[in-house]
Every structure is written in C-alpha cells, then in structure tokens.
C-alpha cells in the first residue's frame, strides 16, 4: 500500500515536473505575448496542480491535502484571470499579434 | 439570510483548509464567511441564480477533462520542432449576460484546449477569445456555444 501511494506521488511529480517544464520551454519558444499566455495559463496550472496534489497525498493528512485541493482550486480560479488580463492589457497597449496571425476582431472593431 | 447557507459552506472550507474541526475555528470561518460575503452583498441583491449540484458538477468533470486536454496539446505543440501556428482574436457572440455567468465562461474558455479569452466588449454581447488555431473561428464559435455556454446556462438557470 506504501509502495503504490509513493509511486502515484512519484508519478504525480515527474508528470508535474514535466508539464511545468513545458510551459517554461512554451515561453520561450512561442511567438507573441498571447501565444505564450496559453504556455503559462494551462501547462502551468496542469503543472502546479499535479504537484500540489502529490505533496498533499504524499503528507498522508487529510488536513494537508484539503490545504493543497484548496491551492489547485485557487490555482484554477485565478490562472485564467491573470493571464486574461496580461492579454487585454497588452492588446490595450497595441502590442500586435505575431506575423503568422489569420484573424483579430478586436481590431477590426476598434477601427470601425 | 440569504447569505447563511452560503455562510456555512464558507466554514466548512475554511475548517478544511486550516486543517481543525474545533467549535471556535469552525465559529471564526463563518464569521469571515459572513463578514466576505457582507461585503459583496450588493452582487446579491436580485440574484436568480439556480442551484443545480449535479449539473455543476457535470460542468466540473467536463472542465477538468477539457483543462487535462488542453495541457497535453499545449505540450505536445511546445514539445514539437516546427510549432504550426495560426493565431488570431476571434469574436463569440455572447447568450449569457450576467457578470458571473460571463465570468465563468471566460474562465472556462482560458482553460481549454487553444482558446484564451482577451476581453469583452463593452456592450457586454461580444467575448473575444484568442485562438491558437483560428483557421476555422466558426466550428471554434459552435463548440463553445454547444460545450460550455450550453452546459453554464443548464447549471446556472
């Protein structure tokens, strides 16, 4: 029972790891502010999320894992939000989208 | 009264997360919850909002799978050596009008694969979302519409 809860943890963490890493590697590579912010806002949560539930498995107390639920249940809430807002903020200030961009209704609307 | 039942949930949240069951701290969480929600009793006032559990809850499992989903292609398309990228800011004609129905979708919206939500339009009737893949904005617009506006307004009214 040990064992299989050490490897669940240590399967939550590598996979965590992992993601987060990925998000990292996803800032780096992307084009443009809005691209990245998907980088950082999902792979990131996904990332952190996973970790934080393998420490509070891994702690094998109930209070410890509620702290680290309610941690992934912030985490989610207010991921989107600021990434949400970097986004607007940096289409207020005109900061373009990247060469290869097919679309942006934003603009076409505040030309019209 | 209305703020009560919200109230007590508060308690069990805050006994949860500060990890102790004792009569004083569960006593101390629903004061804060009461005193929290005192100060945004004004977002009350006039509420018609439904309280669904089990659609709420199905709303959560698709979220959770969706935000599973959307993680992996994120990697998959950082993790690949030519990133095929088509980015643009989509329009989505809104059905919901409320502030937190509004909210949510965005949220949602963020958290799923290849969209990102950028601001909405003062007139409240438009989201405008980031799309990483935007060749197709209206099968993007349909899946939304279908997805999570449907399944909000089913939790939510």
Redesign the interface.
């Known amino acids: 029972m040990d064992i299989l809860l050490a490897l669940v943890v240590a399967v939550l963490l590598v996979v965590g790891g ?2 987060a890493l ?2 990292a ?2 800032i780096v ?4 502010v ?2 990245r ?3 950082a ?3 990131g ?3 952190s999320s996973l970790m934080l539930v393998a420490a509070g498995l891994h702690s094998g ?4 894992f ?2 680290a639920f ?1 941690g992934v249940v912030f985490f ?2 207010t ?3 600021a ?2 807002l970097v ?2 903020a940096a ?1 207020q200030a005109g900061y373009r ?2 060469r ?8 076409d ?1 505040a030309k019209n | 009264m209305k703020l009560v039942i919200p109230a007590v949930v508060f308690a069990m949240i805050w006994a949860a997360v500060t990890g102790s069951l004792s009569p004083l701290n569960v006593i101390l969480g629903f004061l804060l919850g009461l005193l929290a929600l005192w100060l945004i009793r004004r977002d009350f006032a006039g509420n018609r909002t439904a309280f669904r559990p089990l659609r709420l809850l199905a709303l959560a499992a698709l979220f959770v799978k969706e935000l599973a989903l959307s993680a992996w292609r994120v990697a998959v398309l950082v993790a690949s050596p030519r990133m095929a990228l088509r980015p643009g800011i989509f329009a989505f004609p809104l059905t919901v009008d409320r502030d937190i129905e509004i909210t949510l979708l965005a949220n949602l919206i963020t958290l799923t694969p290849g969209t990102l939500s950028v601001d909405v339009s003062d007139d409240r009737r438009f989201l405008y979302v980031h799309a990483l893949d935007c060749s197709d904005p209206v099968a993007t617009r349909r899946d939304i519409a279908d997805g999570f506006e449907r399944k909000i307004l089913e939790a939510l009214r």
Not at chain 1, 29 to 32: G, I, K, Q, S, V
Not at chain 1, 61 to 64: K, R, V, Y
């Open positions: 992992l993601f990925l998000a590697i996803g590579r992307l084009p443009d809005y691209t912010m998907h980088a806002s999902k792979a949560t996904v990332g107390e109930f209070a410890t509620a702290r309610a989610i809430l991921a989107p939000v990434a949400h986004a607007k289409h989208l990247s290869g961009a097919v679309c942006d209704d934003m603009r609307k």
